[in-house]
């Protein structure tokens, strides 16, 4: 079976550091992956979506940058992290981008004083 | 008109009690159409898929109709542990969009 692994699961960083979030996927090749940010009592926000190694889309200018190096392995980065960039960021796995579901990883929680 | 629209609620109900929740969206040339279950702090997690012609999981009923563009979730026999946030999920084309939810607290 398929398995998706996020973390850390929860960050607090200082305003301006740097981030770096992975997601590796397990049992399944060829995914399309995903990050998502959910800021409090909000909905899903798509952030990136990659259907192949390098093959990264943005779906909102923003201070965050997305990579796929390997298959199964999704990360997210920024060089400087602002107040705004607080909240639940998620990644997400699927078989193809239109009509099978999507899976979530744990989450990870991320605070920025 | 937003992609996917829910009653954000909350809706509280007794334990036993029947619960629907509607959906409605923008794109008439959707195909795929989900609802997801998400409880306070923690990842979404699919519920059901929802197909034309409608589909039952246990005490969960998803129908769709798409004349109106519309989807809906019909819970019976609500649980305690069916307290949650309810998003609905359809394609629009490029991509999945995700409602913002409709939370659900069921109480005894």
């Known amino acids: 079976s398929q398995t998706i692994h996020q973390w850390p699961a929860t960050l607090v960083q200082p305003v301006g550091s740097p981030l770096s979030l992975e997601c590796t996927v397990e049992g399944t090749s060829n995914p399309n992956l995903y990050w998502y940010r959910q800021a409090a009592g909000r909905g899903l926000q798509l952030l990136f979506y990659s259907v192949g190694i390098g093959q990264i889309s943005s779906e909102v200018p923003q201070n965050l940058s997305a990579s796929r190096p390997q298959d199964r392995q999704f990360i997210l980065s920024s060089k400087k992290l602002l107040l705004s960039d607080s909240g639940f960021y998620l990644c997400?796995?699927?078989?193809?981008?239109?009509?099978?579901?999507?899976?979530f990883g744990d989450g990870t929680r991320l605070s920025i004083l | 008109r937003k992609e996917v629209e829910q009653d954000p609620g909350p809706f509280n109900v007794p334990e036993g009690a029947t619960v629907a929740f509607n959906c409605t969206y923008s794109n008439s040339a959707s195909q795929s159409f989900f609802w997801y279950r998400q409880d306070c702090r923690k990842e979404p997690k699919l519920l059901m898929s929802?197909?034309?012609s409608g589909n039952e999981d246990g005490r969960f009923t998803a129908q769709l109709n798409r004349a109106s563009q519309y989807i809906s979730l019909l819970i019976r026999d609500s649980k305690l542990s069916d307290s949650a946030t309810y998003l609905c999920?359809?394609?629009?084309?490029?991509?999945?969009?995700f409602g913002a939810g409709t939370i659900l607290r069921v109480k005894s």
């Open positions: 997400a796995w699927s078989r193809d981008r239109f009509y099978q579901p999507q899976h």
């Open positions: 999920v359809v394609n629009n084309g490029n991509k999945l969009v």
């Open positions: 929802v197909y034309s």
